[in-house]
């Protein structure tokens, strides 16, 4: 059974960071690529970054890029999203996700197995 919990998120005060976790289970990292996603209320889901299945790869979108990274940890089946400088825009719901094969397109569409998201709440 494909499952993906998130976890990590909580409430911080702006300049703050954060290490989201994904944990999977069910299927490998060797051949699922992972990636990170956001929803802030009102809004659509977007893509923040991905990491491949095979390389550990990592692509992380520009206007996150200075402050987002990705690893991924293969021994505890773990993709790990660590957020520097919070700012007060990046409250949301955060989803990992995962898709057989490459990480590109980096699109929901695209990314078959969810997580339940976790709550980022960035606020002074």
């Known amino acids: 059974q494909v499952q993906l919990v998130e976890s990590g998120g909580g409430l911080v005060q702006p300049g703050s960071s954060l290490r989201l976790s994904c944990a999977v289970s069910g299927f490998s990292l060797d051949f699922y690529a992972i990636g990170w996603f956001r929803q802030a209320p009102g809004k659509e889901r977007e893509a923040l970054a991905c990491i491949s299945n095979s390389d550990s790869r990592t692509y992380v979108m520009d206007f996150v890029k200075s402050r987002f990274t990705l690893s991924r940890d293969d021994a505890k089946n773990t993709v790990f999203l660590t957020m520097d400088a919070l700012e007060v825009e990046d409250t949301g719901v955060y989803y990992c996700?995962?898709?057989?094969?490459?990480?590109?397109?980096?699109?929901?569409?695209?990314?078959?197995?969810w997580g339940q998201g976790t709550q980022v709440t960035v606020s002074s």
């Open positions: 996700a995962g898709k057989y094969g490459t990480s590109w397109p980096l699109t929901p569409a695209e990314y078959n197995f």
